[in-house]
Protein backbone atom coordinates (compact mmCIF):
# COMPACT_ATOMS: atom_id res chain seq x y z
CA UNK A 1 0.00 0.00 0.00
CA UNK A 2 2.66 2.90 0.66
CA UNK A 3 4.56 1.80 -2.84
CA UNK A 4 1.24 2.53 -4.65
CA UNK A 5 1.11 5.62 -2.69
CA UNK A 6 4.53 6.71 -3.47
CA UNK A 7 4.15 5.63 -7.23
CA UNK A 8 0.93 8.19 -7.30
CA UNK A 9 2.57 10.64 -5.79
CA UNK A 10 5.72 10.71 -8.31
CA UNK A 11 3.06 10.56 -11.35
CA UNK A 12 2.05 14.03 -11.46
CA UNK A 13 5.91 15.00 -11.54
CA UNK A 14 6.44 12.39 -14.71
CA UNK A 15 3.24 13.87 -16.53
CA UNK A 16 4.90 17.79 -16.03
CA UNK A 17 8.01 16.65 -16.97
CA UNK A 18 8.70 18.56 -20.78
CA UNK A 19 10.02 17.09 -24.05
CA UNK A 20 11.61 19.00 -26.57
CA UNK A 21 12.66 18.05 -30.54
CA UNK A 22 15.44 19.67 -32.19
CA UNK A 23 15.60 18.99 -35.87
CA UNK A 24 18.64 19.95 -38.66
CA UNK A 25 17.21 21.16 -41.70
CA UNK A 26 18.90 21.05 -44.75
CA UNK A 27 21.08 24.37 -45.63
CA UNK A 28 23.61 25.59 -48.09
CA UNK A 29 26.28 24.27 -45.36
CA UNK A 30 24.78 21.24 -44.44
CA UNK A 31 22.75 20.17 -47.93
CA UNK A 32 22.26 16.47 -46.50
CA UNK A 33 22.09 16.53 -43.23
CA UNK A 34 21.73 12.76 -43.05
CA UNK A 35 25.77 12.31 -43.54
CA UNK A 36 26.41 13.62 -40.56
CA UNK A 37 28.28 10.80 -38.53
CA UNK A 38 26.40 8.97 -35.47
CA UNK A 39 28.36 10.43 -33.21
CA UNK A 40 26.49 13.84 -33.57
CA UNK A 41 24.63 14.84 -30.45
CA UNK A 42 22.93 17.22 -28.96
CA UNK A 43 23.08 18.20 -24.84
CA UNK A 44 21.24 19.75 -22.32
CA UNK A 45 23.25 21.45 -20.03
CA UNK A 46 22.44 23.40 -16.64
CA UNK A 47 24.18 23.62 -13.48
CA UNK A 48 25.10 20.11 -11.99
CA UNK A 49 23.14 18.09 -14.84
CA UNK A 50 23.67 17.25 -18.77
CA UNK A 51 21.01 15.34 -20.76
CA UNK A 52 22.57 14.27 -23.48
CA UNK A 53 20.72 12.86 -27.12
CA UNK A 54 21.97 11.05 -30.45
CA UNK A 55 21.37 12.16 -33.44
CA UNK A 56 18.10 10.19 -34.51
CA UNK A 57 17.58 8.84 -38.85
CA UNK A 58 15.41 11.90 -39.39
CA UNK A 59 18.23 14.17 -38.36
CA UNK A 60 16.66 15.30 -35.04
CA UNK A 61 17.49 15.09 -31.57
CA UNK A 62 14.44 14.17 -28.60
CA UNK A 63 15.01 15.22 -24.87
CA UNK A 64 12.17 13.69 -22.87
CA UNK A 65 11.55 14.01 -19.12
CA UNK A 66 13.00 17.59 -18.95
CA UNK A 67 12.64 18.78 -15.31
CA UNK A 68 11.93 22.89 -14.84
CA UNK A 69 14.85 25.07 -15.41
CA UNK A 70 17.19 27.30 -17.71
CA UNK A 71 19.06 25.04 -19.85
CA UNK A 72 21.92 25.46 -22.66
CA UNK A 73 21.52 23.27 -25.81
CA UNK A 74 24.65 22.60 -27.79
CA UNK A 75 24.83 20.33 -30.67
CA UNK A 76 28.57 18.96 -30.77
CA UNK A 77 29.43 17.06 -34.42
CA UNK A 78 32.70 16.04 -35.61
CA UNK A 79 32.55 18.10 -39.44
CA UNK A 80 30.28 21.04 -38.33
CA UNK A 81 29.74 23.79 -36.07
CA UNK A 82 26.48 24.55 -34.73
CA UNK A 83 24.39 28.01 -33.28
CA UNK A 84 23.47 27.16 -29.61
CA UNK A 85 20.33 27.45 -28.04
CA UNK A 86 18.87 28.47 -24.61
CA UNK A 87 16.05 26.25 -23.91
CA UNK A 88 13.73 27.59 -20.82
CA UNK A 89 10.88 25.02 -18.87
CA UNK A 90 8.71 26.60 -16.39
CA UNK A 91 7.23 25.11 -13.30
CA UNK A 92 3.76 24.72 -15.74
CA UNK A 93 5.51 22.95 -18.46
CA UNK A 94 5.53 25.58 -20.69
CA UNK A 95 8.98 25.53 -22.94
CA UNK A 96 10.67 28.35 -24.72
CA UNK A 97 13.76 27.83 -26.98
CA UNK A 98 15.61 31.24 -27.59
CA UNK A 99 18.53 31.63 -30.14
CA UNK A 100 21.35 32.70 -27.35
CA UNK A 101 25.09 33.56 -28.38
CA UNK A 102 28.57 32.51 -26.23
CA UNK A 103 30.04 35.87 -24.37
CA UNK A 104 26.44 37.09 -23.90
CA UNK A 105 25.32 36.90 -20.27
CA UNK A 106 22.54 34.34 -19.54
CA UNK A 107 19.50 37.17 -18.96
CA UNK A 108 20.12 38.94 -22.73
CA UNK A 109 18.16 36.29 -24.59
CA UNK A 110 18.00 36.06 -28.59
CA UNK A 111 14.82 35.63 -30.92
CA UNK A 112 12.74 33.23 -29.62
CA UNK A 113 12.42 30.53 -32.17
CA UNK A 114 10.13 27.84 -30.71
CA UNK A 115 7.76 27.53 -27.98
CA UNK A 116 4.94 24.94 -26.44
CA UNK A 117 3.44 23.49 -23.64
CA UNK A 118 4.51 20.19 -22.50
CA UNK A 119 6.51 20.06 -25.71
CA UNK A 120 8.12 22.17 -28.10
CA UNK A 121 9.93 22.05 -31.72
CA UNK A 122 12.95 23.60 -33.03
CA UNK A 123 15.68 23.76 -36.04
CA UNK A 124 18.90 23.70 -35.23
CA UNK A 125 20.98 26.01 -37.33
CA UNK A 126 24.91 24.96 -39.20
CA UNK A 127 26.91 27.74 -38.47
CA UNK A 128 29.76 26.15 -40.48
CA UNK A 129 32.19 23.55 -41.38
CA UNK A 130 35.30 22.99 -39.03
CA UNK A 131 38.82 23.34 -39.96
CA UNK A 132 41.40 21.44 -38.51
CA UNK A 133 43.84 21.91 -41.08
CA UNK A 134 44.89 25.32 -42.41
CA UNK A 135 46.22 25.34 -46.23
CA UNK A 136 49.80 26.99 -45.94
CA UNK A 137 49.77 29.59 -48.48
CA UNK A 138 51.49 33.03 -48.88
CA UNK A 139 55.13 31.14 -49.44
CA UNK A 140 57.11 33.26 -51.82
CA UNK A 141 58.77 31.03 -54.64
CA UNK A 142 62.49 32.49 -52.59
CA UNK A 143 61.49 31.10 -49.30
CA UNK A 144 59.52 28.19 -51.05
CA UNK A 145 62.84 27.13 -52.56
CA UNK A 146 65.23 27.60 -49.11
CA UNK A 147 62.88 25.32 -47.67
CA UNK A 148 63.27 22.64 -50.12
CA UNK A 149 66.87 22.80 -50.01
CA UNK A 150 66.90 22.48 -46.45
CA UNK A 151 64.87 19.59 -47.17
CA UNK A 152 67.08 17.66 -48.82
CA UNK A 153 69.88 18.00 -46.35
CA UNK A 154 68.04 17.61 -43.82
CA UNK A 155 68.88 13.89 -41.42
CA UNK A 156 65.51 12.78 -41.82
CA UNK A 157 65.59 12.64 -45.50
CA UNK A 158 68.86 10.85 -46.01
CA UNK A 159 70.48 13.83 -46.70
CA UNK A 160 74.28 14.35 -46.32
CA UNK A 161 75.27 16.79 -43.24
CA UNK A 162 78.03 16.65 -40.20
CA UNK A 163 77.99 13.26 -38.75
CA UNK A 164 77.21 12.62 -35.47
CA UNK A 165 80.50 11.82 -33.16
CA UNK A 166 78.27 8.85 -31.64
CA UNK A 167 77.17 7.29 -34.76
CA UNK A 168 80.59 5.86 -36.15
CA UNK A 169 81.22 4.68 -32.05
CA UNK A 170 81.82 0.96 -31.47
CA UNK A 171 80.70 -0.19 -28.14
CA UNK A 172 81.89 -3.80 -28.95
CA UNK A 173 85.43 -2.41 -28.82
CA UNK A 174 85.15 0.19 -26.21
CA UNK A 175 84.43 -2.55 -23.92
CA UNK A 176 86.85 -5.05 -24.94
CA UNK A 177 89.50 -2.05 -23.93
CA UNK A 178 90.73 -1.33 -27.82
CA UNK A 179 91.36 1.58 -28.42
CA UNK A 180 90.28 4.09 -32.26
CA UNK A 181 92.09 2.41 -34.65
CA UNK A 182 94.26 5.12 -36.90
CA UNK A 183 96.68 3.79 -40.28
CA UNK A 184 99.82 4.49 -38.02
CA UNK A 185 98.50 2.59 -34.96
CA UNK A 186 97.52 -0.42 -37.36
CA UNK A 187 101.35 -0.90 -38.05
CA UNK A 188 102.43 -0.35 -34.59
CA UNK A 189 99.56 -2.90 -33.55
CA UNK A 190 101.26 -5.26 -35.89
CA UNK A 191 104.68 -4.56 -35.46
CA UNK A 192 104.26 -5.33 -31.51
CA UNK A 193 102.56 -8.67 -32.41
CA UNK A 194 105.07 -10.00 -34.98
CA UNK A 195 107.50 -9.28 -31.73
CA UNK A 196 105.28 -11.43 -29.36
CA UNK A 197 105.01 -14.62 -31.81
Known sequence: ??????SLLALPTLL??????????????????STLPPSTHATLTTSGLVLSAPIQRSNSF????????????DVYSRDYVFAPLRVDVSEQ??????????GNEWDNKGERIGAGSGSANADVRVVGERAFYESRGG?????????????????LSGGTSAANPLQNFDMAAWMAGKTAKTSGSDE????????RG
Open 93 to 102: DAVEIWQTFR
Open 62 to 73: SFNNIRPGSYLC
Open 1 to 6: MPSLLL
Open 16 to 33: LAASLQLTIPPSNILPNP
Open 139 to 155: LDPETKKEFEEQQKNSV
Open 188 to 195: AVSSKAKK
